[in-house]
C-alpha cells in the first residue's frame, strides 16, 4: 500500500496483474467488452490509489474485495448510464460499503473534467508552459530555454498570464456547470 | 498587471520561498485585506486541483504503461466477451427459437418466390439447346431411315403419326445402358428413342428427372442393346481449371458433331455455381451433350446458352450427376445400380482415336 501511495512501479504492476483477470471477467460476464474492463478497472485503481495517498487511509478488507467492490459499482453506474440491460450482476456477494469512495471519485472526474476542458481551451502555447511548470515541475529557466523566451523572468511573466486565464476559464466552466446541474 | 505580481506572490508564499520579511508582510497585507486573502485561499485550492490533475493524469499513464506492459509479458490475457452471446441465447433460448423458426419459414417463402420468378426470368435470357422438331425435319428422318433400310433392316422405333417434341444429346454414364441428358430435353414427354452416330435406334425409359438441375437420366431398354465393355471415358467430379482445353460431341444436326474451345468461367448465368460457362460453340441440339477434357473425362453437360450473347454456353457441372444417381439408388431396391466410370482409358490417345471410342456412347436423343 505505501509502494502505491509512492506511485511505485512495481506495487502498481503486482497489483494490475492479480486483479485484473478477476475484474475482467467480472465485466466480461456481464454484457462488458475488454476495453470497458479495463477503463473500469484503471478507474478503480485510481480510486485505490487516492485512498492510499489520503491521511486517514485504513483498508478494512482485503485489496481483491475492495477492488472487487469499487469496480462493480463503477460498473453498473456505466451500465445504467449507457441504459443497457442489466439484471442483476452475479458474482462473489463479498461485498464492502464503499459510497463515499464513489461519490468522491466521481467529483473529483467531475473536476478534472473541467480541468481539462479549461486546459483544452486555453490553446498553445500556455497550455504546455502551464504543464511544464505545473504538471512535470520544470523550473523557470528549463521553460525558458525549452519555450525560446529570452529569460526565465519573461516566461513567467508569460506564465502568469496564461495562469490567469486559466483561473478564468477554469471558474467560468465550474459555474456554468455547476449552475446547470 | 497587479494582479499577476499578486499570483506571484502568492506563489511564492505558498511555496514558501519568501524571506522571512516578505512573508511578515504579505501575512499582514492577508489580514488587513480580506480580497487578498479570498485570493490567497482560492489560489491554493486551485493548485491544488492543478497538481492533483497532474497526479491523476500521471497516475492514469503509468496504468496504461503497465496494462501494456503485461499484456505484452502474457501476465493478464485481454479475453474477447463471447459470453455476452451465451448469456443472450441462455436468456432468450425460447424467443429465439419462435423468431428462427418464424425467420426459416418467411425465408423459404422468399426463396421459394424468387426461384420461381428467376427461374421464368432466366427462361427469356436463355435459351435451351433441345432441338424443336417440326415436321419438314420428321420427313426428311423418315426419308432418310428409308434409304438405309437398303443396307440394313431398320426398324423405325418411334411411334408412328406422333411428332418429334424436341431432341438432344445423351451419352452413357453405365455400360449396362443408364444414359444422362439434360431434363428439358426429355420433360413432359411420353416416349423416348435413342440414337446412335450409325443411325440404329433404341427405346429409352425415363428413369429420373432433376428439373432443378436440368439433368434426365435415361435407361435403355431394347433388345437390340447388349452391354458394352467398359465406358472409355470417366465422369470427374472435381471439375476443369480455366483456360483448360475442352470438346464436345453431340447431335445439332442428323449427324454426330464435334467441336472444341476451352473452360471460360467458373459459374453459370448469374453466378450460378452449379454450373460453367465453357467457350465451346453449341447449338439446338447439343443439350445434353458431354464436355470432355482432354483427358477424355467428361466435366460437364451442355444444357443453355446466353440469347442476347455471341458463343455464351453453359454446362452443368458433371457433379451434379451424382444426386441424380443418389436418387435412383434410394428409389430402387438395388443400391448401386448404376457405377459411374471412374478411371479414362483415353488419356494421352490422339484426338481422333479419343472421338471414335467415345462416339459410340454418345446418342442422339428424341423425345416424343
Not at chain 1, 442489466?86 to 473536476?111: C, K, M, S
Not at chain 2, 493524469?57 to 504503461?65: A, D, G, P, Y
Not at chain 2, 437420366?217 to 482445353?245: C, N, V, W
Request: charged share 25%; with cysteine.
Amino acid at each position: 500500500m505505501e509502494g502505491l501511495a509512492r506511485n511505485d512501479r512495481q506495487t502498481i504492476e503486482k497489483i494490475y496483474s492479480g486483479h485484473f483477470g478477476m475484474i475482467q471477467s467480472l465485466i466480461i460476464n456481464n454484457n462488458g467488452s475488454a476495453d470497458d474492463a479495463r477503463d473500469i478497472f484503471q478507474e478503480a485503481m485510481i480510486v485505490l490509489y487516492e485512498k492510499s495517498r489520503s491521511e486517514d487511509f485504513e483498508l478494512h478488507c482485503q485489496v481483491k474485495t475492495y477492488l472487487y467492490s469499487v469496480c462493480r459499482r463503477l460498473w453498473l453506474k456505466k451500465l445504467s448510464q449507457t441504459h443497457r440491460f442489466v439484471p442483476e450482476i452475479n458474482g462473489i456477494a463479498e461485498l464492502v460499503p464503499i459510497e463515499e469512495e464513489i461519490d468522491a471519485n466521481d467529483e473529483r472526474n467531475q473536476e478534472f473534467i473541467h480541468m481539462e476542458n479549461a486546459l483544452s481551451r486555453l490553446g498553445e502555447p500556455c497550455r504546455s508552459l502551464l504543464e511544464a511548470y505545473y504538471l512535470q515541475k520544470k523550473s523557470m529557466s528549463e521553460i525558458a530555454s525549452g519555450f525560446g523566451y529570452t529569460n526565465p523572468d519573461n516566461a513567467k511573466n508569460q506564465k502568469y498570464k496564461c495562469l490567469v486565464r486559466l483561473r478564468k476559464l477554469f471558474f467560468s466552466e465550474y459555474k456554468t456547470n455547476n449552475g446547470d446541474g | 498587471m497587479d494582479n499577476i505580481q499578486l499570483l506571484d506572490a502568492i506563489e511564492r508564499y505558498l511555496n514558501n520561498e519568501m524571506t522571512e520579511a516578505e512573508r511578515i508582510g504579505f501575512e499582514q497585507l492577508r489580514k488587513s485585506n480580506i480580497e487578498v486573502d479570498q485570493m490567497v485561499v482560492e489560489h491554493s485550492a486551485f493548485l491544488n486541483q492543478l497538481n492533483k490533475y497532474g497526479e491523476n493524469k500521471e497516475f492514469h499513464t503509468v496504468l496504461n504503461e503497465v496494462h501494456h506492459d503485461l499484456t505484452s509479458r502474457g501476465l493478464i490475457r485481454e479475453v474477447p466477451p463471447k459470453a455476452v452471446i451465451a448469456q443472450l441465447w441462455k436468456k432468450h433460448k425460447r424467443v429465439m427459437a419462435v423468431a428462427a423458426s418464424i425467420a426459416g419459414i418467411t425465408t423459404m417463402l422468399i426463396a421459394g418466390f424468387a426461384a420461381y420468378y428467376s427461374r421464368r426470368a432466366s427462361n427469356a435470357e436463355l435459351e435451351q439447346l433441345s432441338k424443336k422438331f417440326e415436321n419438314t425435319e420428321r420427313k426428311v428422318n423418315a426419308l432418310r431411315a428409308q434409304v438405309e433400310s437398303d443396307k440394313a433392316v431398320v426398324i423405325d422405333k418411334a411411334p408412328s403419326n406422333t411428332p418429334i417434341k424436341s431432341g438432344g444429346t445423351g451419352f452413357l454414364i453405365d455400360e449396362s445402358g443408364y444414359l444422362a441428358t439434360n431434363a428439358h430435353v426429355v420433360e413432359g414427354s411420353s416416349v423416348v428413342v435413342l440414337e446412335n452416330y450409325k443411325g440404329l435406334e433404341f427405346r429409352a425409359r425415363i428413369v429420373h428427372i432433376n428439373a432443378e438441375n436440368d439433368i434426365a437420366i435415361l435407361k435403355i431398354e431394347d433388345a437390340d442393346y447388349h452391354t458394352r465393355s467398359p465406358l472409355p471415358y470417366a465422369i470427374k467430379m472435381t471439375g476443369a481449371e480455366l483456360g483448360e482445353q475442352l470438346f464436345t460431341l453431340g447431335y445439332p444436326r442428323e449427324e454426330i458433331v464435334y467441336n472444341e474451345g476451352y473452360m471460360s468461367a467458373k459459374t453459370g448465368f448469374n453466378g450460378d455455381t452449379l454450373t460453367c460457362q465453357i467457350g465451346v460453340p453449341a447449338n439446338p441440339g447439343n443439350s445434353g451433350g458431354p464436355v470432355f477434357n482432354r483427358n477424355g473425362e467428361v466435366i460437364a453437360i451442355i444444357n443453355t446458352r446466353q440469347a442476347q450473347a455471341e458463343g455464351v454456353v453453359f454446362a452443368i457441372n458433371a457433379k451434379n450427376i451424382i444426386n441424380s444417381i443418389e436418387a435412383i439408388s434410394a428409389d430402387s431396391s438395388n443400391a448401386n445400380i448404376v457405377k459411374l466410370p471412374l478411371s479414362s482409358s483415353l488419356k494421352g490417345v490422339d484426338r481422333v482415336q479419343q472421338i471414335r471410342k467415345i462416339q459410340d456412347c454418345v446418342f442422339m436423343v428424341k423425345s416424343y
